[in-house]
């Protein structure tokens, strides 16, 4: 894919540093970090609202497929993810890897440093932990850890526009 096409919705922040190159929609809400790269390679890439995406984190698609990353979502330093899609409400920790057509569920947490198989599908509520990449079952929804993503967003997009340069995108 040759040609650029972003658009970012309302309220997101996406700072000049950012590598953003083919077909990406950022949804309303979602933080950009300075350094982070968005690669759509081969396919579109939709990014949900209220994302956090942060510094060195690179989300990539060789898919022709979209890849199409759900709300509120967290990817944490230097971590890389490919996958055909991501739910809602997941943290892929730093230096974590989600790779090939993996899809993710809903409210899952790739621990730091651990790695998903190359096409596999993660259930709801999966986390992946210690150096083996163990997998366990959370046994319910954290309610707090909305809230807390909700003011590290407010934060973000009241510190992030103070320190960096944005970039001017068009509205989605």
């Known amino acids: 894919m ?22 990406i929609s950022i949804d309303s809400g979602t933080v950009l970090h300075p350094q982070c790269r968005v690669i759509a390679e081969n396919g579109p890439i939709y990014i949900g609202r209220n994302n956090i995406i942060e510094e060195n984190a690179v989300i990539f698609n060789k898919n022709t497929t979209p890849l ?27 230096r974590a890897r989600v ?32 150096s083996m990449s163990k997998r366990r079952l959370q046994s319910q929804v954290l309610q707090s850890q909305a809230a807390v993503h909700a003011r590290h967003l407010e934060y973000l997009r009241e510190v992030l526009p103070k320190y960096n340069h944005l970039k001017k995108l068009e509205m989605a």
Do not use: M, W
């Not at 040759?2 to 077909?23: M, P």
């Open 99 to 130: 790779l090939g057509s993996t899809i993710l569920g809903n409210h899952c947490v790739v621990g730091a440093a651990c790695s998903t198989d190359t096409n596999e599908t993660i259930p709801d509520l999966t986390v992946i932990y210690g």
């Open 2 to 23: 040759s040609r650029n096409r972003i658009t970012a919705g309302q309220k997101s922040v996406v700072c000049q540093e950012t590598d953003l190159r083919g077909e």
């Open 68 to 94: 199409v990353i759900g709300d509120e979502n967290v990817f944490e330093v230097a971590c890389y993810v490919e996958g055909s899609r991501i739910g809602n409400s997941n943290t892929v920790e730093a």
